[in-house]
């Protein structure tokens, strides 16, 4: 079966520091999100991109986060100023026409 | 916002037997719901949906139930396999909205 790939599996930053995280979605997907988890909450939405532009965001998703797919194939997720608090699993997604997603393996980030 | 949630943290239930998993809702707006199972250091792997029209979805040992007025849903597995011990995720789709809502996820044990 067709995967989302993430990279990397494991980021460390410092605080303040930039992070761009990595994915490829399926090929034939036409709807790309970014999810995260802390460690023991829920699976949380952070933003919806289709036809090159941001669909949906959350309250989550401010000034620092931006999402970008700059070559057809690739979706990234960039902090631009990480925080203590960024630290989480990453996840990426992505979905043809259908509800169901389908999520990559995560990045887990750790922001010291 | 906890318009989805799973109120059992951990499930521990005998090889052979049934699991049953609960996700109960308050946004009556939500017209799909979808299982996911998370392995450790993996992504959610969806199982199993249903649309808010039906009462009830079967995949081999895999059954959804949804119940509208009670605004609950249910995962049933039958026979429980070792291979089933995962944190399960109930998920909730908003129509007209891009995203999904996680509940905070069941983690089901099976004894051999």
């Known amino acids: 079966e067709p995967e989302v790939t993430q990279t990397p599996s494991h980021q460390v930053t410092q605080m303040g520091q930039e992070v761009i995280l990595r994915c490829v979605p399926i090929s034939n997907h036409l709807y790309f999100y970014w999810y995260r988890q802390i460690l023991g909450q829920k699976v949380e939405f952070l933003v919806s991109f289709y036809n090159n532009e941001i669909s949906e965001k959350s309250e989550i998703f401010d000034d620092q986060f931006s999402v970008e797919r700059p070559d057809g194939s690739n979706f990234t997720l960039k902090i631009r100023s990480t925080k203590l608090e960024d630290s989480a699993m990453y996840f990426c997604?992505?979905?043809?026409?259908?509800?169901?997603?389908?999520f990559g393996s995560g990045t887990q980030l750790s922001v010291l | 916002d906890q318009q989805v949630k799973q109120n059992s943290p951990s499930l521990s239930v005998q090889e052979g037997r049934i699991s049953i998993l609960n996700c109960d809702y308050t946004n009556s707006m939500f017209d799909y719901f979808l299982w996911y199972k998370k392995y450790p250091a993996e992504g959610p792997t969806f199982l199993i949906s249903i649309s808010s029209i039906k009462d009830k979805n079967e995949d081999g040992r895999f059954t959804v139930f949804l119940n509208k007025s009670a605004k609950h849903l249910s995962l049933h597995i039958v026979p429980s396999q070792p291979g089933d011990s995962a944190v399960y995720f109930c998920a909730a789709h908003n129509f007209g909205n891009e995203k999904l809502t996680f509940g905070t996820g069941t983690r089901l044990t099976i004894i051999p």
């Open positions: 997604a992505s979905r043809e026409r259908g509800i169901r997603l389908f």
